[in-house]
C-alpha cells in the first residue's frame, strides 16, 4: 500500500481523517505554488538545469483559469 512498514494501522487511520478534515485555501495554496514557482525559478537561474521541468512558466493563467472556473460555480 505505500504506507511503509513503520506506521500501524491505526496511526494510518489517525492521519486519513486528520487530511479529510483539513481545509486550505485557494488563496493559501496559490501563494505557496506563487513560491515555489519563484524558488525553483531561482535556482534555475542559478545554473541548476534539472529543475527546468519543475518550473510553471504560466502558472499565473493557470491561477487564474481556475479563479474564473470556480467563481463561476458559486
Known amino acids: 500500500m505505500g504506507d511503509g512498514p513503520c506506521n500501524t494501522p491505526e496511526l494510518r487511520r489517525y492521519w486519513v481523517e486528520v487530511l479529510r478534515s483539513l481545509?486550505?485555501?485557494s488563496e493559501f495554496l496559490f501563494d505557496k505554488a506563487r513560491d515555489m514557482n519563484a524558488k525553483v525559478r531561482a535556482l534555475i537561474d542559478a545554473g541548476d538545469?534539472?529543475?527546468e521541468d519543475e518550473y510553471v512558466p504560466d502558472l499565473e493563467t493557470r491561477i487564474a483559469k481556475?479563479?474564473?472556473a470556480h467563481e463561476a460555480e458559486t
Open 23 to 25: 481545509e486550505l485555501s
Open 49 to 51: 538545469t534539472e529543475l
Open 66 to 68: 481556475w479563479k474564473a
